[in-house]
């Protein structure tokens, strides 16, 4: 099984195209190069640079953006530069050379509240992961060695992180206004450091529960089908601006009943039950007309 795959992404700049990766390509550190003299500390640049239509090469934490030279259009070759740039992935080859000294990556973090009293959101000017994960004690951070010190906190109750921010559930002994400097510090230090977040091992874990998701969505009935669907492209991303995640758990065709699993500020949320009844029932009602009844929360 290959580890990378890239997706193709257009940008607002006819002559360049992101080419994102499913994994991190660097630690929080981002390369320009405008030619392949300029490239030397990276070989899969220099590769891409032998591509006559080639005149700059961006890479960062998980894409590889090229601008072209106006010689060809980039419906032409876009598919076979991602073939190329996974190819060259998936064989092990460096994409920045070991002996490159990175630059001290300049990070902010500003907290932002949530529906959720108990939960704050820390939000980082840089992607921190690729995908979500939520952590409901220390045991659970042998693969996250920045949760697992968040967790040395004796106020962290729980944590879940995605993308470029991080979720923090407290223990009601603590108030807010006495603990967010100490904690928007500890990550800013650690962020900017470039130390690992998430080890590749947890990746690995992620691997094989999204493989067994596929799985079981490849054997939902088709309205269970349709439910995931919506949730993926309609609701999740609501409930993330809020720090939360929510996820499918089960359809019963005869009750009508759907249950979702509640993570992050969503989780335990005074205001969820709300959310639920009037944001997501609601929806769920409107485009499966006649086919739910009500919509049941799983806290995560």
Known sequence: ??????????????????????????????????NIDHAKESPLAQQLFYLPFVKKVYISQNFVAIEKYNIVEWEDVQEEVATQIQ?????????????????????????????????????????????????KNIDETKDAPLIQQLFHFPFVKEVYIDENYISITKFDVAD?????????????????????????????????????AEQQFEQLDNTSKEIVNIIEEYIKPAVASDGGNIMFDSYDP?????????QGACS???SSTFTLKNGIENMLKEMLKGQVSTVEAING
């Open 268 to 270: 335990g949320c005074p």
């Open 1 to 34: 099984m290959e580890k990378f795959t890239i997706k193709i992404e257009t940008t607002s700049n006819k002559n360049i195209v992101k080419f994102e990766a499913n994994e991190f390509l660097t630690q929080h550190t981002s390369y320009e190069f405008e």
């Open 87 to 135: 190819a060259y992935l998936n064989e092990g080859k460096p994409v920045i050379t070991p002996t490159t000294t990175a630059k001290q990556v300049p990070v902010t973090i500003y907290a932002e509240s949530t529906p959720n009293p108990s939960v704050l959101k820390f939000v980082a000017n840089k992607k921190l992961v690729l995908k979500g994960y939520e952590f």
């Open 176 to 212: 807010w206004n006495d603990i967010t400097m100490e904690v928007r510090e500890l990550l800013r230090t650690y962020i900017a450091s470039g130390k690992e977040i998430l080890s590749p091992n947890i990746n690995l874990d992620k691997q094989q529960i999204q493989q067994e």
């Open 254 to 262: 005869q009750s009508k009943v759907v249950k979702v699993i509640l």
